[in-house]
């Protein structure tokens, strides 16, 4: 049996929970609504994670642009990923949900610019 605590980030009340595993079974107490219950066990059997960072822009009035993921990436895949956004250049002018990378670290997700650089 393993235990495990966790902060809920499924809403703004942040509960504490504490997560039982015995075997196939997954116990969650503390979570005070049901969205408590279903973050507990998903970060359990399956963690994701939004990464943010910035890509190189050339030609562009600043020099990098903000980048994110367009959904959650599995937490196994971050580093791939990060190492696929620290080799991509763009060229200006970029637009706010521009993809930068699809499918980045075969993940199927996308990832989006979050902030629009013009051309200089």
């Not at 049901?34 to 973050?39: E, I, L, N, S, T």
Request: contains cysteine; hydrophobic residues 40%.
């Amino acid at each position: 049996m393993e235990k495990r605590e966790l902060i809920c980030i499924g809403c703004p009340l942040g509960c504490p929970m504490t997560v039982t595993i015995d075997g196939d079974e997954i116990t969650v107490k503390g979570n005070t609504c049901a969205r408590g219950d279903a973050y507990a066990k998903k970060e359990v059997l399956s963690p994701t994670r939004i990464v943010t960072s910035s890509v190189h822009v050339s030609g562009g009035a600043i020099a990098k642009v903000s980048v994110k993921t367009k959904s959650d990436i599995p937490k196994n895949k971050i580093f791939e990923c990060m190492e696929e956004i620290r080799r991509t250049h763009v060229d200006a002018p970029v637009k706010i949900g521009d993809v930068i990378i699809a499918d980045c670290a075969a993940t199927g997700v996308d990832i989006v610019a979050t902030k629009n650089v013009e051309r200089v």
